[in-house]
């Protein structure tokens, strides 16, 4: 069987370490763009952001932070604490768009880099588990986990960014929803990418992708690093039994409002 369009499988590192790159140009859209790169204690990850806003999470492991922005240098020191991903909440670093930022692995380090376009015009910082917002959301077999890292209500341009643990059997983003319209306030356009990882490494799990006409409709098979894209559509994940599943989600589009529509087949689900 051919490997689905909106799948995009970790490379080998590259010389900087980059496992994922993902561009507006290479997923045929317009807004997101994300990467993933893993550095060893003492390596450095130096970028500039150019003419997007940067949201790079430390998905495990510590790291020296610091960015440049309008001549001034913010250096926040040493950030990060989790071992993996399924272990609480995460720092991540902001940069505006048209800085330079650095990441100086002080352990081992996986890092997340979410873009989006943006002017500018709002000052570096870093986000710490403390100003990430958790809830819990569904019961029964569709509880998961979220931690807002960067939500709609949130200090950002056009980043939305968002981790969520689904354990192992469970359903997410469930009963099935999209944002692909721009026709607040009933719905909002926003792109996705979703960034999977598997507790054992080995579980695997599902995500279908599908319009209402069905002219897209992936069902994909999820593995460890996968990179999934949301164009458009509804697009529910699942978990297989005893594999607990992370995904970080990144959303960005014309407006920074998040207003879904949930698929009216399955919306009387949330009656139950």
């Given at each position: ?25 290479s997923a045929r859209w ?19 952001s150019g003419n997007n ?220």
């Amino acid at each position: 069987m051919a490997k689905s369009p909106l799948l995009r499988r970790a490379s080998a590192p590259n010389a900087q370490g980059r496992v994922h790159h993902i561009t507006p140009k290479s997923a045929r859209w317009t807004y997101v763009g994300f990467e993933v790169f893993y550095l060893k204690k003492g390596e450095k990850l130096a970028k500039s952001s150019g003419n997007n806003e940067i949201c790079a999470v430390l998905l495990s492991g510590k790291a020296i932070a610091s960015v440049l922005h309008k001549g001034k240098n913010h250096s926040f020191g040493e950030i990060g604490e989790r071992k993996s991903e399924f272990e609480g909440s995460p720092w991540s670093l902001y940069a505006p768009s048209h800085a330079n930022w650095t990441l100086e692995a002080t352990t081992d380090v996986e890092i997340a880099v979410c873009a989006a376009p943006a002017t500018g015009k709002l000052p570096p910082r870093v986000i710490s588990p403390g100003e990430c917002g958790q809830e819990t959301r569904g019961k029964g077999s569709n509880t998961r986990y979220v931690r807002n890292i960067l939500p709609d209500t949130d200090v950002a341009e056009s980043l939305l960014v968002v981790e969520v643990i689904t354990p192992g059997g469970n359903w997410s983003s469930y009963p099935p929803h999209k944002h692909d319209q721009d026709n607040l306030p009933h719905e909002s356009l926003l792109e996705e990418t979703y960034y999977h990882r598997f507790n054992p490494s080995q579980g695997y799990g599902v995500q279908r992708v599908y319009t209402e006409d069905r002219s897209l409709d992936e069902t994909i098979l999820i593995q460890d690093r996968d990179v999934v894209l949301v164009p458009k559509g509804y697009h529910p994940v699942g978990a297989a039994h005893g594999y607990d599943l992370f995904y970080l989600n990144v959303m960005a589009g014309p407006k920074k409002v998040w207003k879904f529509h949930n698929d009216p087949d399955h919306e009387w689900l949330m009656a139950k």
